[in-house]
């Protein structure tokens, strides 16, 4: 008896009776970008559009995306709201303590430039790219939940595309190093 005659029979159903094919990394990249376990980092509106997108109307768990309260189960970190000079810091830590690969998801105008408070407030952090790598970023004051749920996409899309060796390498192409000055981090070149 072959093979194929121990299949069940739901493979027999297949168009023209054939047989799926594909590479380890494609079902991999899959299957991570199907259960992606996030952490959220809400500091301001941002955050209450966020938590909106979590809720039943929108639904983030179709996508295979899990809530997870600490970093160490999370593989996605969302970072909403104004960063400021003193959160920056706390917000590397958190990154740091990511399950490897980790991606960053910034939302709102004011995680991705400063905002509002660019030119007029010395304690905001003008991006916070400027302390860790972003992956999407999901520009709006505050974005939609339909907006964040497109940015969310977009990571899938990316994650499918990535190569096993860059995903669980200890050093990612997009990383820049960073140093710290008097207790600020800043962006090496």
């Not at 094919?21 to 992606?36: D, G, M, P, Q, Y």
């Not at 909403?80 to 998801?105: C, D, F, H, N, V």
């Not at 939940?145 to 990535?162: S, W």
Request: glycine share 8%.
């Amino acid at each position: 008896m072959g093979v194929i005659a121990r299949l069940p029979v739901y493979w027999e159903r297949l168009p023209g009776g054939g047989i799926i094919t594909t590479n380890l990394e494609k079902v991999l990249n899959w299957s991570r970008a199907s259960s992606i376990w996030y952490m959220i980092f809400g500091l301001a509106c941002c955050a209450i559009e966020m938590m909106a997108t979590g809720c039943s109307r929108y639904d983030f768990d179709r996508y295979g995306m899990m809530f997870r309260a600490t970093p160490r189960q999370s593989d996605l970190m969302f970072i909403s709201g104004t960063i400021t000079l003193k959160m920056a810091p706390r917000i590397r830590r958190l990154w740091e303590q990511l399950a490897e690969p980790r991606y960053i998801i910034a939302m709102g105008s004011c995680a991705i430039s400063g905002g509002g408070f660019y030119y007029d407030a010395y304690s905001v952090l003008k991006g916070i790219d400027k302390v860790i790598p972003v992956d999407v970023y999901v520009p709006g004051c505050p974005p939609r939940p339909e907006a964040l749920m497109h940015g969310c996409l977009k990571l899938q899309e990316k994650i499918k595309r990535e190569s096993l060796t860059k995903a669980f390498g200890n050093f990612k192409e997009d990383q820049a190093p960073r140093e710290r000055l008097d207790g600020r981090w800043i962006l090496v070149k």
